[in-house]
Each structure stands twice: as C-alpha cells, then as structure tokens.
C-alpha cells in the first residue's frame, strides 16, 4: 500500500446545518478519474476499543454494532459481510492497518455524535482501513427499545457503517431551520441523511430505500440484474444544471430514491430501482451548505420541478434519457 489518503468525515450531527447528498458514492482519484471508494475484500474484519464512553462499556458497544452489521448485511441485493476480530487497546484514530471502532471523548465536536476516517489506496479506490469514533461527550442507549434523552448507539452506527461501506450523504430528508439557528428533521427517508432524529427515537434501525439502492450500487451480488434505472438531464435555458437533486418516487410502493446531477450537462443515474413508473422530482440543495461535498460551483436557482411525465425504470434496463427543464426562481 504506497499511496493513501486518509479522509474524516464528520457524520452525524445532532442539530444544526450540514451537507446533505442523495445516496452518493465516496469517490478516490485513480488515474486522473473518480472511482468508487470500496471494500475490495469480504468480509470486513473490525475491532472494538476497550475503553469505555457515555457509562457504556466496550461490549455494549459490541452488541450494537453487531445489531448494525447484521442490518447491513441482510440486504439481499448487496453483499455485505462483517468478521469481529476481538478488542483491541487501541483507539479509533490511529492508522495501524486495523479498522477500529470506539468511544473517543471529544468536546470540542460538539454537534457530533460520531464520524469515520478512511485510509484508501489511491491506485485502486480500495479502501484499507476506516475507523469510526462515537463522541462520549454525548448520552447513548443501547436500551432495546430507547431511552429518552439518549441518543440511539445502533442508530448511529448504522449510519456510520453506511459511511464505512463507502456511502456519503443523502438528501432524502427535510428539515426547517429553528429558532436557535439550527435545524430541526422533519422527515427523513434514508439512514444516510446527515442529521440526527430525537434522542430517545429507535425508528433509524432500519434502512430505506435510498440506502439500500445506494449498498446494493457499491456491493451488488448479481441478484440485481431484475432492477432498474432512470437517466436524464436537468437542463435551465438550454444549460446543464450542475448538483440538482433528483428524487424518484414510486407511488405504488411509496419507495423514494434519490441522486445528482454531477456534471455540467445537468446529467443524472439512478439505479438499483425496483422496476415500474416513477414521478421524478428535482429541487435545488437548499437545506444546507452543499459546499463541502461538491467541488466547484453548484446550481440552486431554480425553482422545485417535476418530470413532464412518468418514467418507467425496466427491469434490468435503463429508461431513455429524460429531460427535465427547470425555471429560474
Ligand atoms: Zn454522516
């Protein structure tokens, strides 16, 4: 392994403005071109730190992410796979060839509740070794059914492991700014979203659509080949709109899938969808500063549009290319 890189970044935040992406792939430079950040081997041995954080100890740390990793890698389309290989003295933030994951106290983030580092092998995008803190400056439960005040342990990993499987952010979620200046969920309709649900919730044990689309994308298992896609532009006066989110929505199951529009011909792919028509949805980043994940210029001057008409993800296709034209605000 000659050339890493090592990458944090900052997960899970308890209240306040971030980065939001559709299930977006983590990307690694090779050869001049971006590819996707994965684990090239299976399955993915990890440690637990011994120390213990927020009155928990290691082995309730453990149970959760034993809860997390099964949660993973029951998604049928993907093939995911997670090895315990035993406690470990070290911490969660030494590159030391092992991934780690551990309490860290750290209250100088103190909106985050826990975020993962990665070492990646840049010739290949393999990622080597990712460790993930939990902020012990925060309450956490691992009571089966939640504790109020306390932020869910496995609810947080889950998301954390999402990032450690090689996911960034979605955007299936909203939020509205409240009277302190931070932000408060509304709804969210993907593990992947950035911001944190109420201390004492359990809903964010499970995954959604987005995140399943966006695993089974990193990791298919060739069970997939009966799922579809939908390709498109978004395009204003003519030009490519660059970092639209798209938004499919099937309205038979109620299943939401989202992405982006990642070049300046306003072009977009979802994939990984269960076959049938989908209304598509496309609005511009205005939750958050979207600054950190896009590099370069990003269009949100536009007004919330939908698709002329529906459009049909094939099963083991994708649609023709949809043009959807949005207007100026
Ligand atoms: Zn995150």
Same mark, same amino acid.
């Given at each position: ?20 992406? *559709?299930?977006? +792939? $983590? ?13 090239? !081997? ?18 309730? /740390?453990?149970?959760?992410? !034993? ?22 003295? *070290? ?17 100088? /983030? ?23 803190? %939990? @902020? ?21 990993? $889950? ?7 090689? $996911? ?38 499970? $995954? !959604? ?26 395009? +204003? @006066? ?11 929505? @099937? ?20 994939? !990984? ?19 950190? %994940?896009?590099?370069? *210029? ?16 094939? +099963? ?12 100026? +605000?």
């Amino acid at each position: 392994m000659t050339r890493v890189v090592a990458i944090t970044l900052a997960a899970l935040i308890t209240a306040g403005s971030t980065s939001p992406m *559709a299930y977006l +792939k $983590l990307g690694a430079m090779v050869n001049g071109s971006v590819v996707d950040a994965t684990w090239h !081997q299976r399955p993915i041995g990890y440690f637990i730190s011994e120390r213990s954080g927020s009155g928990l100890t290691a082995n309730d /740390l453990l149970g959760a992410v !034993q809860r997390a990793t099964a949660t993973w890698s029951r998604v049928e389309s993907a093939d995911v796979r997670f090895a315990f290989q035993g406690m470990t003295a *070290a911490t969660p933030d030494a590159i030391d060839g092992r991934t780690t994951f551990g309490f860290v106290d750290r209250p100088d /983030l103190d909106r985050v509740l826990g975020a993962t580092s990665f070492l990646i092998d840049t010739r290949t995008g393999e990622i080597a070794e990712a460790d993930i803190f %939990f @902020n012990s400056r925060f309450a956490f439960s691992v009571a089966a059914g939640g504790q109020p005040d306390r932020v869910d342990l496995e609810s947080v990993v $889950l998301h954390e492991l999402g990032h450690l499987l090689g $996911l960034g952010h979605s955007a299936i979620g909203e939020t509205e700014r409240t009277g302190s200046g931070g932000r408060r969920v509304i709804g969210s309709g993907a593990i992947m979203f950035p911001i944190a649900l109420t201390a004492g919730a359990i809903s964010e044990r499970v $995954l !959604q659509a987005d995140d399943i689309a966006g695993i089974s994308d990193l990791y298919p298992n060739g069970t997939t080949v009966d799922t579809g896609g939908i390709v498109g532009r978004v395009t +204003k @006066n003519g030009q490519g709109v660059m970092g639209a989110h798209v938004v499919a929505f @099937n309205p038979e199951t109620g299943i939401l899938v989202g992405n982006f529009t990642l070049t300046n011909a306003g072009e977009f792919v979802i994939a !990984q969808l269960e076959p049938g028509p989908y209304i598509l949805r496309v609005e511009p980043i205005d939750d958050a500063e979207p600054d950190s %994940f896009f590099p370069g *210029a990003i269009d949100t001057n536009f007004r919330v549009t939908y698709a002329p008409r529906m459009v049909v993800a094939p +099963k083991g296709g994708s649609s023709p290319s949809i043009e959807i034209r949005v207007l100026p +605000k």
